[in-house]
């Protein structure tokens, strides 16, 4: 169950920052610590809980992507001993199968939100 406070940030960072704030809402709901635009390079938000860093990369453009998405997810993985996860929003980013295919390889998560 989400707090008042959870709800509030949640409606602030749609507001402020719409795509990104609607992933790092749900992610506020779920009961995340969540970090927009972190000093992290190529990362759109942090989400730590427990002790875990996560770092989201938010795709939205309608198109078909590649394997360099998923190899410069797992560079930042590695650079910044994070735990990666692509966000497609919408319906309209896919992954290539090969993509997909080098995401469970190098672990990377892959999540698609509406």
Do not use: C, W
Not at 1 to 14: G, N, P, V
Not at 78 to 86: A, D, F, G, T
């Amino acid at each position: 169950m989400t707090s008042a406070r959870q709800i509030f940030l949640m409606k602030r960072l749609i507001r402020k920052y719409r795509v990104k704030g609607r992933v790092a809402s749900r992610y506020i709901a779920a009961g995340y610590s969540v970090t927009i635009n972190p000093p992290l390079e190529g990362v759109d938000f942090t989400a730590s809980k427990h002790g875990v860093r996560f770092a989201g990369i938010i795709l939205s453009d309608k198109k078909m992507y590649d394997v360099d998405i998923v190899e410069k997810a797992h560079e930042i993985s590695e650079k910044y001993r994070v735990k990666p996860i692509l966000i497609l929003y919408g319906s309209g980013p896919r992954l290539s199968p090969k993509a997909l295919e080098k995401a469970r390889e190098y672990g990377v998560i892959v999540r698609r939100v509406r």
